[in-house]
C-alpha cells in the first residue's frame, strides 16, 4: 500500500506546475520536428516495453501489434464491439459443415508503393498473396509464433489448406469445424504481406515493412523512434471522406513512465494506455473516475478488457515439486481462493479499475460471461479455515511455507494477498524474480504457485479455457497448471465443433465451474483498458481487445 501512494506527494506539488504546462499550445512540434515542412497532423504515441518487430508474423505482444495494425490488413477485422466486419475481403461464405471457408476479396486493395515494386508503385493485392502470406506463417523456417493459428488446416485441400481459384477468391479448409476461427483471422499474424518484398529482405521485412494499411513505413531508429506516414492510396474511407487523417505516427520509447507521463501532461504526447502505481492515484479517484482536476484538461476511455489476472498453482502430480507441495490438497487450493478479498483489492489498489474475479476465469467483457451461472469465490475467511481444518492444517499448522513468484510489476497486490492469506494460516513467502526468468520457469513448470496475466489472443472463450486443456501443457501450449480433468476435455472438445452460440457458450461456462471447483487457479480481477486522450483528438476508438486503431482519429 505504501508503494502506491510514495510518488503522490511529489505530483501533488508538481500538478498545479504541469496543469499550466498542460493548458499551453499542446502539438507545436508534431509536424516540423518529422517533415521539416508546414505543421501536419501528427499523432504521437510513447510505447515504454519497445518493439522488436514490423512484421505480422511476430506479431505476439501488443506493443508488436498496435505498430503493426497500422501498417498492415486482413481478410476481416474486428469493430469497437469485437464484430466480425469486412476488410479486404467484402464477403465470405463457410460451408460444408463448418469446414470451407471461402473469402471474395475488393479489387481496390494496393501494397504500399515501394522501390521493389515495378516502377515503384504499389501492386494490387491478390487471393494468391493471402495464400502465401498464411504459408508463410506456417513456415517452421519462419518460426511464427502465430503457427498455431492454422494447426487446423486440412493440409490434403489445396495447397496445404489454402487455394486461390481466381484473383478475387480465396479458399481455405479445416480438418474439423472450429466456431473461432473467424476470430483468429482478426489477428495481426494474419495480414496479408507482399511475397517479393518479403523475400528480397528475408528476415530484415521486420524493419522494412509493406502492407496496405493506413500507414507506411518511413523510419525506426530502434529504442528512440518509429515514424509511419500516410498511405495516400488507402482503400477504407469514412463517411466519403479518405482514411487516415492523421499525415503520420509518431512513437517514442521512454521507457520511464513516469517520464512519458509528464511528456503526455505537458501535451507532448497525445494519447497514454494503462495508469502506472506511482500516479493512478494523482489521476483517478477512489471510484475509479477521473480526477476532477483534470477536467477540461484530457479525456478518459475505459473499456472491459479481456484480460484475467490470476495466480496459479501446479497441479501436476507427476512433477516432484508438486509432489512435495501441500498446494497438491483441493481443499487447500480452494482455501486459499476464499482467504482473499477480490473487491478489496480492486477497490483499494486499483482504484475500482476492474472486475473482482469471482466469477470464473472467463474475463468480463466477452459474450460467454455470466456472472450468475458460474460459481466462484468470494471472501470468506471462516469457510477457508474450515477447509484447511479438513485438509488436516487446522489453524494452518504442519502447512509449510509456500513460495509465490512474480514480478516486481505485481508485487502490491501480491502483499496484500500474502497478509490476508497469513490471517487464516497460510504462511507464504513473495519471490520476485525478473520478467523474462519468470516466464521460463512458468513455462517449464519450475514453480508451482505463480502470478500470471491472460490476455485474449481473440475474442472467444475458447482462448481462455485452452489454458487448462491436457492437449496444451506447458511448455508447448498455454496450459501453465497442467490442469487435467476428462470431463473437462470431453467438453472442450465438444464446444470446438458447436457453431451454434447459445449451446457453446453453455459448454463453456461448465468448464469455467469446474476450473473454479477443482482450483487450479486464484482469480485475483478482470482487468479494465484505461486510456488518457488528449482533448484535441477525437475518432480513437477502444474495444475489448485493447487494439489500437487510428484510420479514423483525427486532431482539431
Same mark, same amino acid.
Not at 11 to 26: A, D, E, Y
Not at 42 to 63: M, W
Not at 327 to 336: E, F, P, S, T, Y
Not at 351 to 370: C, Q, R, Y
Given at each position: 500500500?505504501?508503494?502506491?501512494?510514495?510518488?503522490?506527494?511529489?505530483?501533488?506539488?508538481?500538478?498545479?506546475?504541469?496543469?499550466?504546462?498542460?493548458?499551453?499550445?499542446?502539438?507545436?512540434?508534431?509536424?516540423?520536428?518529422?517533415?521539416?515542412?508546414?505543421?501536419?497532423?501528427?499523432?504521437?504515441?510513447?510505447?515504454?516495453?519497445?518493439?522488436?518487430?514490423?512484421?505480422?508474423?511476430?506479431?505476439?505482444?501488443?506493443?508488436?501489434?498496435?505498430?503493426?495494425?497500422?501498417?498492415?490488413?486482413?481478410?476481416?477485422?474486428?469493430?469497437?464491439?469485437?464484430?466480425?466486419?469486412?476488410?479486404?475481403?467484402?464477403?465470405?461464405?463457410?460451408?460444408?459443415?463448418?469446414?470451407?471457408?471461402?473469402?471474395?476479396?475488393?479489387?481496390?486493395?494496393?501494397?504500399?508503393?515501394?522501390?521493389?515494386?515495378?516502377?515503384?508503385?504499389?501492386?494490387?493485392?491478390?487471393?494468391?498473396?493471402?495464400?502465401?502470406?498464411?504459408?508463410?506463417?506456417?513456415?517452421?523456417? *519462419? #518460426?511464427?509464433?502465430?503457427?498455431?493459428?492454422?494447426?487446423? !488446416?486440412?493440409?490434403? &485441400? %489445396?495447397?496445404?489448406? $489454402?487455394? =486461390?481459384?481466381?484473383?478475387?477468391?480465396?479458399?481455405?479448409?479445416?480438418?474439423?469445424?472450429?466456431?473461432?476461427?473467424?476470430?483468429?483471422?482478426?489477428?495481426?499474424?494474419?495480414?496479408?504481406?507482399?511475397?517479393?518484398?518479403?523475400?528480397?529482405?528475408?528476415?530484415?521485412?521486420?524493419?522494412?515493412?509493406?502492407?496496405?494499411?493506413?500507414?507506411?513505413?518511413?523510419?525506426?531508429?530502434?529504442?528512440?523512434?518509429?515514424?509511419?506516414?500516410?498511405?495516400?492510396?488507402?482503400?477504407?474511407?469514412?463517411?466519403?471522406?479518405?482514411?487516415?487523417?492523421?499525415?503520420?505516427?509518431? *512513437? #517514442?520509447?521512454?521507457?520511464?513512465?513516469?517520464?512519458?507521463? !509528464?511528456?503526455?501532461? &505537458? %501535451?507532448?504526447?497525445? $494519447?497514454? =494506455?494503462?495508469?502506472?502505481?506511482?500516479?493512478?492515484?494523482?489521476?483517478?479517484?477512489?471510484?475509479?473516475?477521473?480526477?476532477?482536476?483534470?477536467?477540461?484538461?484530457?479525456?478518459?476511455?475505459?473499456?472491459?478488457?479481456?484480460?484475467?489476472?490470476?495466480?496459479?498453482?501446479?497441479?501436476?502430480?507427476?512433477?516432484?515439486?508438486?509432489?512435495?507441495?501441500?498446494?497438491?490438497?483441493?481443499?487447500?487450493?480452494?482455501?486459499?481462493?476464499?482467504?482473499?478479498?477480490?473487491?478489496?483489492?480492486?477497490?483499494?489498489?486499483?482504484?475500482?479499475?476492474?472486475?473482482?474475479?469471482?466469477?470464473?476465469?472467463?474475463?468480463?467483457?466477452?459474450?460467454?460471461?455470466?456472472?450468475?451461472?458460474?460459481? %466462484?469465490?468470494?471472501?470468506?475467511?471462516?469457510?477457508?479455515?474450515?477447509?484447511?481444518?479438513?485438509?488436516?492444517?487446522?489453524?494452518?499448522?504442519?502447512?509449510?511455507?509456500?513460495?509465490?513468484?512474480?514480478?516486481?510489476?505485481?508485487?502490491?497486490?501480491?502483499?496484500?494477498?500474502?497478509?490476508?492469506?497469513?490471517?487464516?494460516?497460510?504462511?507464504?513467502?513473495?519471490?520476485?524474480?525478473?520478467?523474462?526468468?519468470?516466464?521460463?520457469?512458468?513455462?517449464?513448470?519450475?514453480?508451482?504457485?505463480?502470478?500470471?496475466?491472460?490476455?485474449?489472443?481473440?475474442?472467444?472463450?475458447?482462448?481462455?479455457?485452452?489454458?487448462?486443456?491436457?492437449?496444451?501443457?506447458?511448455?508447448?501450449?498455454?496450459?501453465?497448471?497442467?490442469?487435467?480433468?476428462?470431463?473437462?476435455?470431453?467438453?472442450?472438445?465438444?464446444?470446438?465443433?458447436?457453431?451454434?452460440?447459445?449451446?457453446?457458450?453453455?459448454?463453456?461456462?461448465?468448464?469455467?465451474?469446474?476450473?473454479?471447483?477443482?482450483?487450479?487457479?486464484?482469480?485475483?480481477?478482470?482487468?479494465?483498458?484505461?486510456?488518457?486522450?488528449?482533448?484535441?483528438?477525437?475518432?480513437?476508438?477502444?474495444?475489448?481487445?485493447?487494439?489500437?486503431?487510428?484510420?479514423?482519429?483525427?486532431?482539431?
Amino acid at each position: 500500500m505504501n508503494k502506491i501512494h510514495s510518488f503522490h506527494p511529489l505530483l501533488n506539488w508538481l500538478l498545479p506546475i504541469l496543469i499550466f504546462t498542460c493548458c499551453g499550445s499542446p502539438g507545436k512540434k508534431d509536424g516540423t520536428a518529422i517533415t521539416g515542412e508546414k505543421p501536419r497532423k501528427v499523432f504521437r504515441y510513447n510505447e515504454a516495453a519497445g518493439i522488436s518487430s514490423l512484421d505480422p508474423a511476430f506479431a505476439r505482444n501488443v506493443e508488436n501489434i498496435w505498430a503493426v495494425n497500422q501498417v498492415f490488413n486482413g481478410l476481416v477485422q474486428m469493430d469497437e464491439k469485437l464484430n466480425i466486419v469486412p476488410c479486404i475481403a467484402q464477403t465470405w461464405k463457410i460451408t460444408e459443415y463448418g469446414l470451407k471457408y471461402t473469402f471474395h476479396l475488393r479489387n481496390d486493395v494496393y501494397f504500399q508503393d515501394h522501390e521493389k515494386f515495378d516502377g515503384g508503385k504499389g501492386r494490387k493485392v491478390t487471393a494468391a498473396d493471402f495464400k502465401h502470406s498464411f504459408f508463410r506463417i506456417t513456415d517452421p523456417e *519462419v #518460426a511464427s509464433p502465430g503457427a498455431w493459428i492454422f494447426n487446423n !488446416l486440412d493440409r490434403s &485441400k %489445396g495447397f496445404s489448406g $489454402f487455394d =486461390s481459384p481466381d484473383d478475387s477468391t480465396f479458399i481455405l479448409w479445416l480438418q474439423k469445424p472450429f466456431a473461432p476461427f473467424l476470430g483468429l483471422l482478426t489477428t495481426q499474424y494474419c495480414s496479408v504481406v507482399p511475397h517479393e518484398i518479403v523475400e528480397f529482405y528475408g528476415k530484415d521485412f521486420r524493419n522494412h515493412p509493406v502492407g496496405t494499411g493506413p500507414f507506411r513505413f518511413k523510419q525506426w531508429e530502434e529504442g528512440v523512434k518509429l515514424i509511419l506516414v500516410k498511405n495516400e492510396n488507402y482503400f477504407e474511407k469514412s463517411d466519403g471522406q479518405q482514411l487516415p487523417r492523421f499525415n503520420a505516427i509518431s *512513437v #517514442a520509447f521512454l521507457s520511464d513512465p513516469h517520464a512519458a507521463f !509528464l511528456e503526455f501532461l &505537458k %501535451g507532448e504526447l497525445d $494519447f497514454l =494506455s494503462g495508469l502506472e502505481p506511482g500516479y493512478k492515484d494523482l489521476v483517478l479517484t477512489k471510484n475509479g473516475e477521473l480526477n476532477p482536476e483534470f477536467n477540461g484538461k484530457f479525456i478518459m476511455q475505459g473499456e472491459p478488457y479481456l484480460k484475467t489476472d490470476y495466480i496459479g498453482i501446479l497441479v501436476d502430480e507427476s512433477m516432484d515439486i508438486v509432489k512435495k507441495s501441500p498446494l497438491q490438497n483441493k481443499l487447500v487450493r480452494q482455501a486459499i481462493n476464499y482467504g482473499i478479498n477480490r473487491v478489496d483489492i480492486v477497490r483499494f489498489l486499483r482504484n475500482n479499475v476492474g472486475t473482482p474475479g469471482i466469477s470464473g476465469f472467463i474475463p468480463a467483457g466477452l459474450p460467454s460471461f455470466d456472472s450468475t451461472r458460474v460459481r %466462484g469465490y468470494n471472501y470468506n475467511p471462516e469457510k477457508a479455515r474450515t477447509l484447511l481444518a479438513e485438509a488436516g492444517f487446522e489453524n494452518g499448522d504442519g502447512l509449510p511455507e509456500t513460495v509465490l513468484t512474480t514480478t516486481s510489476a505485481f508485487l502490491d497486490v501480491l502483499e496484500y494477498v500474502q497478509y490476508q492469506l497469513g490471517e487464516i494460516g497460510i504462511k507464504i513467502k513473495i519471490e520476485v524474480v525478473p520478467a523474462a526468468t519468470h516466464r521460463e520457469m512458468v513455462a517449464r513448470g519450475n514453480v508451482n504457485f505463480f502470478r500470471k496475466t491472460w490476455v485474449a489472443d481473440y475474442p472467444d472463450a475458447e482462448n481462455f479455457l485452452a489454458c487448462f486443456y491436457s492437449k496444451n501443457f506447458s511448455p508447448a501450449g498455454p496450459n501453465y497448471t497442467h490442469f487435467h480433468n476428462e470431463n473437462f476435455d470431453r467438453l472442450y472438445e465438444k464446444s470446438q465443433s458447436e457453431l451454434l452460440d447459445s449451446v457453446r457458450f453453455g459448454y463453456y461456462r461448465q468448464m469455467d465451474q469446474i476450473i473454479m471447483d477443482e482450483a487450479p487457479v486464484v482469480v485475483l480481477y478482470y482487468d479494465r483498458i484505461v486510456r488518457l486522450v488528449q482533448n484535441n483528438i477525437s475518432g480513437i476508438t477502444c474495444n475489448p481487445m485493447n487494439l489500437l486503431t487510428l484510420k479514423k482519429a483525427d486532431k482539431k
